[in-house]
T-cell receptor, first 114, second 112 residues
């Protein structure tokens, strides 16, 4: 199993500013994922972050807007840059060990941009 | 492209049995997972099928037919605490790694 501490749990931010979300795992994991989820909607993958390599972004998400750091096997950050109200959402980090095992999630960051 | 379909909402009564279906179209399919998410909470893992057949975990069972690109989650002896959204997700290979692609979720409403 894996226990993930995600911070902050929620924030209200002014448009044009940036917020960095932290994700700390209690054990080493190879793959970390960052998702966005609108309330009542499905999860949309933003990027995959592997230690020692550049994050891989999904279509519609770019590094300038969502820079990701992955300095070691237990920690990652996602920054939401130059925020607009459209960025208001729940952001989730997730880890997995391999394709045959479950994914674990942080408790999410509820972001509101005003 | 990759896609999954599941019903948007299912209603059942406490103590009953409910089945949530999921059909998928993906390349590099490896397995089908099910997750539960309560309002305001994070998704939590319920079950995973890589091979055809039924997997049973307590009150929850999951089934997969790879030839039909179809699976379902079966919830028995429903309890009020089972009211939540249920997501099917496909584990698939991508660029020597893997990813999950998620269905839209099924909101399960349980009535007393």
């Amino acid at each position: 199993s894996a226990v993930i501490s995600q911070k902050p749990s929620r924030d209200i931010c002014q448009r044009g500013t940036s917020l960095t979300i932290q994700c700390q795992v209690d054990s080493q994991v190879t793959m970390m994922f960052w998702y966005r989820q609108q309330p009542g909607q499905s999860l949309t993958l933003i990027a995959t972050a592997n230690q020692g390599s550049e994050a891989t972004y999904e279509s519609g998400f770019v590094i300038d807007k969502f820079p990701i750091s992955r300095p070691n096997l237990t920690f990652s950050t996602l920054t939401v840059s130059n925020m607009s109200p459209e960025d208001s959402s729940i952001y989730l980090c997730s880890v997995g060990r391999d394709r045959d095992t479950e994914a674990f999630f942080g408790q999410g960051t509820r972001l509101t941009v005003v | 492209g990759q896609s999954l379909e599941q019903p948007s909402e299912v209603t059942a009564v406490e103590g009953a049995i409910v089945q949530i279906n999921c059909t998928y179209q993906t390349s590099g399919f490896y397995g089908l997972s099910w997750y539960q998410q309560h309002d305001g909470g994070a998704p939590t893992f319920l079950s995973y099928n890589a091979l055809d057949g039924l997997e049973e975990t307590g009150r929850f069972s999951s089934f997969l037919s790879r030839s039909d690109s179809y699976g379902y989650l079966l919830l028995q002896e429903l309890q009020m605490k089972d009211s939540a959204s249920y997501f099917c997700a496909v584990n698939f290979d991508k660029d020597s790694n893997y990813q999950l692609i998620w269905g839209a979720g099924t909101k399960l409403i349980i009535k007393p």
